[in-house]
């Protein structure tokens, strides 16, 4: 497509319930990011797959968020048990790293998705 | 403290007035520097790379100081269009990868 496409735009869920937010990024990028955002607040990183290498999860904040990416393409990302603090706006981005060796990563530009609005009841 | 820090505002400034933005960042093995814009309810979109130089778009200025670990967004002439939010961010390697960390940003209102 010709830009990152998430679904859906808009999540309302019951508290203790599990969703699924998708994210299809440009094709042909290789690394995919996801952020949320909070109503007023800065981009909150949660989770970045780059090509084969195994993801680096370290902002996931609690064991109920995970995420996968398969065949290098389209990434899930899911919430368990969702709490009224997961309320937020989920961004996912990717971006295609121009540049290899040392100097890989050093000119990457971002592109973003318009995001999921989770609200959870 | 966090890595990536910026004054959330807002600045509120007039049409036509200059107005600065800083943004300093702790992490020393930061290599990339980018600034972005974030209109209400929308997503980030890439203002301008940041580099060493410092690098001019139009009337914008972004301007990078290792020693200090500091990045600057100058807008002159200001315009009511160039109300948003402006994202600092910045980019080290991490493992294979690279490790993207945006600062909470700053807000700019211009008036008439």
């Known amino acids: 497509g010709a830009g990152v496409s998430q679904s859906p735009s808009n999540k309302v869920t019951e508290k203790g319930k599990d969703v699924e937010l998708r994210c299809d990024p440009i094709?042909?990028?290789?690394?995919l990011y996801w952020y949320r955002q909070s109503l007023g607040q800065g981009l909150e990183f949660l989770i970045y797959?780059?090509?084969?290498?195994?993801?680096?999860k370290s902002g996931l904040p609690s064991d109920r968020f995970s995420a996968e990416r398969t065949g290098g393409s389209v990434s899930t990302l899911t919430i368990q048990r969702t709490q009224q603090e997961d309320s937020a706006v989920y961004l996912c981005?990717?971006?295609?790293?121009?540049?290899?060796?040392?100097?890989?990563?050093?000119?990457?530009?971002?592109?973003f998705g318009s995001g999921t609005q989770l609200s959870v009841l | 403290r966090k890595e990536v820090e910026q004054d959330p505002g807002p600045f509120n400034v007039p049409e036509g007035a200059t107005v600065a933005f800083n943004c300093t960042y702790s992490?020393?093995?930061?290599?990339?520097f980018f600034w972005y814009r974030q209109d209400c309810r929308k997503e980030p979109k890439l203002l301008m790379s940041?580099?060493?130089s410092g690098n001019e778009d139009g009337r914008f200025t972004a301007q990078l100081n290792r020693a200090s670990q500091y990045i600057s967004l100058l807008i002159r002439d200001s315009k009511l269009s160039d109300s948003a939010t402006y994202l600092c961010?910045?980019?080290?390697?991490?493992?294979?990868?690279?490790?993207?960390?945006f600062g909470g940003g700053t807000r700019l209102m211009v008036k008439p």
């Open positions: 961010v910045v980019n080290r390697l991490e493992g294979a990868g690279n490790m993207l960390t």
């Open positions: 940041v580099y060493s």
């Open positions: 094709s042909g990028h290789t690394a």
């Open positions: 797959f780059q090509g084969n290498s195994a993801p680096d």
């Open positions: 992490n020393s093995a930061s290599q990339s």
């Open positions: 981005a990717s971006s295609l790293v121009t540049q290899t060796g040392w100097f890989r990563g050093a000119f990457e530009k971002l592109f």
